[in-house]
Structures are given as structure tokens and as C-alpha cells.
């Protein structure tokens, strides 16, 4: 079986002495932490300790499915600034016909916010209407 042309012009020495380095210092870094790091087993050392303040109950906390809300409302958008951003740097190029696109799209980016806000999305608090449902 005949080797394809690209293959024969590639010499595959760099990628063995890179990955032989990699391995190397991934293993020389392992090694030094596991020789130098410290051994001792306090109780003190073994609890959680964030910011400051010594943990109380259990790290198994229920969130409010609103979080999740907010996050996918973040990622969504969060994006339109990408969006606009590209349109910002090739705005002279695209000329009046980007200009109108982008005028669209951030329209239908305000009319879901304004729906999302309509449904109360975005609500957080107790509302009328939420404490009238709960009755």
C-alpha cells in the first residue's frame, strides 16, 4: 500500500519530540507536587474553608430553577454582544444593508426580553398574580 503524497513530505519527528516533552513536564509536575506538598491530616485542614467563612450544612443546596433561567437568559444574550461586535468591526464593509440587518435583529433580541418580561421570566419576587395563583 502506497502512502499518500502529504504523508511522505511530513516528517513526524517534531510531533514525537513535542509529545515526549509534554509527557515529561506533566509527569516532573505531578512527581514534585506528590514529593514536596505537605502530609498532614488535621481536622482543621480536612473542612471545607471558602472566603473566610467556616461552611455550615450541607453543600447539597436545591436552586431555584429561576438560576438556571437566568443563566440560559445570560448565554442568549451574551451572544448578541458577539453578534454586534463582529457588525461593529465590519460595519463600513456591509454598509446600509448590515446596518438595517443588525437594526433587525436587535428588534427581535427587544421583543423577546420585552416577552420574557411579559410571561415574568425575569420575575424574582412574589407578584399579585403569583400570590393570587398560590391561593
Keep these: 500500500m502506497q502512502q499518500p ?6 516528517s513526524l519527528w517534531p510531533f514525537a519530540v513535542y ?6 513536564i506533566t509527569a516532573a509536575m505531578l512527581v514534585l507536587s506528590w514529593v514536596l506538598g505537605q502530609r498532614h491530616h488535621d481536622r482543621s485542614t ?4 471558602e472566603s473566610g467563612i467556616v461552611s455550615e450544612g450541607s453543600a447539597r443546596v436545591r436552586f431555584s ?9 445570560f448565554v442568549i444574550f451574551d451572544l ?16 446600509w444593508t ?3 440587518e443588525v437594526l433587525i435583529f436587535v428588534g427581535i433580541l427587544a421583543a423577546t426580553l420585552a416577552y420574557l418580561w411579559r410571561v415574568g421570566a425575569l420575575d424574582w419576587g412574589w407578584t399579585r398574580q403569583t400570590a393570587i395563583k398560590s391561593r
Design 46 to 49: 480536612d473542612s471545607p474553608y
Design 5 to 10: 503524497s502529504w504523508l511522505a513530505d511530513m
Design 98 to 100: 448590515g446596518y438595517w
Design 80 to 95: 448578541e454582544a458577539v453578534f454586534l461586535y463582529a457588525w461593529a468591526v465590519a460595519a463600513r464593509e456591509v454598509g
Design 19 to 24: 509529545l515526549s516533552l509534554v509527557g515529561f
Design 65 to 73: 430553577a429561576k438560576f438556571y433561567l437566568v443563566a440560559m437568559f
